[in-house]
C-alpha cells in the first residue's frame, strides 16, 4: 500500500501544464508565493495529498478549528501572454524524513504523469542568517536551456555551495530522471521570519519567466509590516546597548 494518499476533487484535463512547487520552507517563501497567486489568479484545487510521513500532529486555526497537514494541487488555465496551464502544489508541511520525501515527492510525479508536464519550476528560500537590505533571487537549474533563461531575467546563479534540501530539490532532481527540466527560484531570506520581501522577488522573477502579470500589493504590505516590525527591534536592541554602554561609563567614572 503506498503511503501517499491523493483524493481527486475534481477530473481535469490540461494542455501540457507547468508544474510548480511551493511548499513550506526557509522564511516561508515558496509557501507565501503559492498562496499569493492561488488568491490572486483564482487557481482552482483539484487533488489533496496526505501522507504519515508528514509531522505527527493537527493545525490549529481560526476559532479553534483543526486542519491537517496537507498539500493541495491547484491547476490555472491559460496563464499569461503564452496561454500557459499551471498546476501548483502547495500546503502547510513538507515530509519530516529523508524516506518521506522521496515517496511523497515520487508518487506525486507519479500521479502527474497523465498530465504530460512540461517542465517544473520550483521556489524557496536561502538563508542568510541576517537580514539583507536588498534581497537578490538565486537561481539553479536541470539544463543549460534553464540556465540561460535564468540568466537572462537577472537571476544570479548558485555555484558550488551546496544542496537543495527537501521537496525543491527533489522535485527537480526526481524530474530529471522522467526527462522533465525545469529550475530553483530561491530568495534570500534571514531565515527566521515569515519573508514576504524574498516572497515578492522571487514571484516578479517567476512572472517574468512565465511571461504573467500578477498584483503584488498584499506582499508589499505584509513585506513593510515586518520591515518595521524589524526596525523595531533593532532600535530597540540598540537603546539597551547604549543603557549599557552609559552604565558602564558610570561605572568607570566611579572607579576612577
Do not use: W
Request: charge should be negative; proline fraction near 4%; charged fraction near 25%.
Amino acid at each position: 500500500m503506498k503511503a501517499t494518499e491523493i483524493t481527486v476533487l475534481e477530473e481535469v484535463e490540461l494542455n501540457n501544464p507547468i508544474f510548480i512547487e511551493a511548499l513550506p520552507g526557509v522564511g516561508h517563501v515558496g509557501k507565501l508565493v503559492a498562496d499569493h497567486m492561488i488568491d490572486e489568479l483564482d487557481a482552482t484545487k483539484f487533488a489533496e495529498i496526505y501522507s504519515p510521513t508528514f509531522p505527527p500532529q493537527v493545525l490549529v486555526g481560526e476559532e479553534g478549528k483543526i486542519e491537517n497537514m496537507i498539500n493541495e494541487l491547484y491547476y490555472i488555465r491559460d496563464l499569461g501572454d503564452d496561454n500557459q496551464d499551471i498546476i501548483i502544489i502547495g500546503g502547510n508541511t513538507q515530509s519530516l524524513s529523508p524516506d518521506g520525501q522521496y515517496i511523497v515527492c515520487s508518487e506525486i510525479l507519479e500521479f502527474l504523469e497523465p498530465f504530460n508536464i512540461s517542465r517544473i519550476f520550483t521556489l524557496g528560500g536561502v538563508p542568510t542568517g541576517q537580514p539583507v537590505d536588498d534581497p537578490k533571487v538565486l537561481g539553479a537549474a536541470s539544463d543549460e536551456a534553464h540556465i540561460e533563461l535564468l540568466k537572462e531575467v537577472g537571476v544570479e546563479m548558485r555555484s558550488n555551495d551546496g544542496g537543495i534540501v527537501g521537496a525543491s530539490g527533489l522535485f527537480l532532481g526526481l524530474g530529471m530522471r522522467k526527462g522533465i527540466y525545469g529550475a530553483c527560484l530561491m530568495g534570500e531570506t534571514p531565515g527566521y521570519f515569515i519573508d514576504a520581501e524574498s516572497a515578492e522577488g522571487v514571484l516578479l522573477k517567476l512572472a517574468e519567466l512565465l511571461n504573467f502579470e500578477i498584483n503584488t500589493e498584499k506582499l508589499d504590505e505584509r513585506a513593510e509590516e515586518t520591515r518595521q516590525m524589524l526596525a523595531k527591534a533593532q532600535q530597540m536592541e540598540q537603546d539597551l546597548i547604549n543603557r549599557a554602554n552609559a552604565g558602564n561609563a558610570d561605572d568607570l567614572r566611579y572607579i576612577g
